[in-house]
């Protein structure tokens, strides 16, 4: 994607975005799961840091999904999808999102990918790192909460 327009242009016609009907209550339902995977990652953070790490990187996730559903489009399933929607805030949210948010989400896409696959995930990821993580997690959430609140969903070119 390279602007806001052209960039979505392109991920409809490779398929990497899909148009779906828009419904603004699964849109708030999504956002409502992303405020509760932010608490849990911090009631996580102790005990089980690369399950509150995952939990950060879901309501981050769950938030962009959100406004997508709102405006009626669906990342494509399967590998690679989880970058694709950090990719939609990036160009569709630029206005919304703190540009350091965004770079700091995808480290967090990263880390939860550690925690999934990595070996000794648990001796890297610490209560600190998924409390810092849980703080960006909330701002991206209360970001498009606003952001949807305010303007509603911008309609894709």
């Known amino acids: 994607m390279t602007s806001p327009g052209s960039g979505l242009t392109e991920a409809v016609a490779t398929r990497d975005v899909e148009r779906v009907v828009a419904n603004m209550a699964a849109a708030g339902e999504r956002l409502n799961d992303a405020r509760r995977h932010v608490r849990s990652a911090r009631r996580l953070a102790g005990d089980d840091p690369t399950l509150g790490i995952s939990a950060c990187h879901d309501a981050i996730r769950k938030a962009i999904t959100s406004h997508m559903t709102a405006a009626g489009l669906r990342a494509r399933a399967g590998d690679g999808a989880h970058r694709i929607i950090l990719e939609y805030a990036r ?67």
């Open 91 to 157: 160009y569709q949210l630029a206005d919304v999102i703190a540009a350091s948010d965004l770079r700091e989400a995808d480290d967090i896409r990263r880390d939860r990918g550690l925690a999934e696959y990595g070996d000794f995930a648990s001796r890297q990821l610490t209560a600190e790192h998924v409390l810092a993580a849980a703080d960006v997690a909330e701002r991206v959430v209360n970001a498009v909460a606003h952001g949807l609140a305010s303007q509603g969903p911008r309609r894709p070119n």
